[in-house]
């Protein structure tokens, strides 16, 4: 873990994301999903505000921990607070190989509100990469779950291409 940054230490991007946000990302996760509603609501939006600031390094691999978690509930807001990200910034803004890499343990999870969100978040991912990129998170799943996610793709193909609604700082910047 990178040491904390000093008392009166001029608080740069860099320094966010790489010494606070994974500390913030992992606390928000397990601690805030736990909690009522409205609390797991206000999460989803304090990780979105991660994504949005440049973190996604740090809150892609937290979310994809908490929706392993032994909790259905915080799992299945994990999975929620993932698709919520990849909606609101598109897949640009987030790291493709670790939320690929994360995918297929999703689909094995016991809790089905984690399964409906990894199969939405692997076909809104293969409606804007192509089924191609997809594929190798598929090769080891049931052909019910191929079936659905290429029934998901389809829709989400037929819906139009997924616009962000969300800018990070850096896409703001450029």
């Known amino acids: 873990m990178p040491a904390a940054p000093r008392a009166g230490a001029r608080l740069t991007p860099s320094l966010f994301s790489h010494s606070i946000a994974p500390d913030l990302a992992s606390v928000v996760v397990k601690k805030a999903f736990k909690g009522r509603p409205a609390t797991a609501a206000r999460a989803t939006e304090a990780v979105l505000l991660l994504v949005g600031a ?5 809150a892609v691999p937290a979310l994809l921990a908490g929706a392993g978690d032994r909790l259905p509930k915080v799992a299945g807001a994990a999975v929620g607070a993932l698709v919520a990200a990849l909606e609101a910034f598109g897949p640009a803004a987030l ?11 999703l689909y094995a999870s016991k ?3 984690v399964r409906d969100g990894a199969k939405k978040v692997t ?8 089924r191609g990129a997809v594929a190798p998170c598929l090769v080891r799943a ?19 291409p ?13």
Do not use: H, M, N, S
Request: proline letters at 10%.
């Open 54 to 58: 440049g973190a996604c390094d740090a």
């Open 95 to 105: 790291p493709l190989p670790a939320l690929l890499a994360g995918l297929p343990p």
């Open 111 to 113: 809790a089905g509100p």
């Open 123 to 130: 076909a809104l991912l293969a409606a804007c990469l192509g």
């Open 142 to 160: 049931g052909d019910a779950l191929a079936k659905d996610v290429a029934a998901l793709t389809d829709a989400a193909l037929a819906a139009g």
């Open 162 to 174: 997924l616009v962000p609604t969300r800018r990070t700082k850096a896409q703001e910047a450029a």
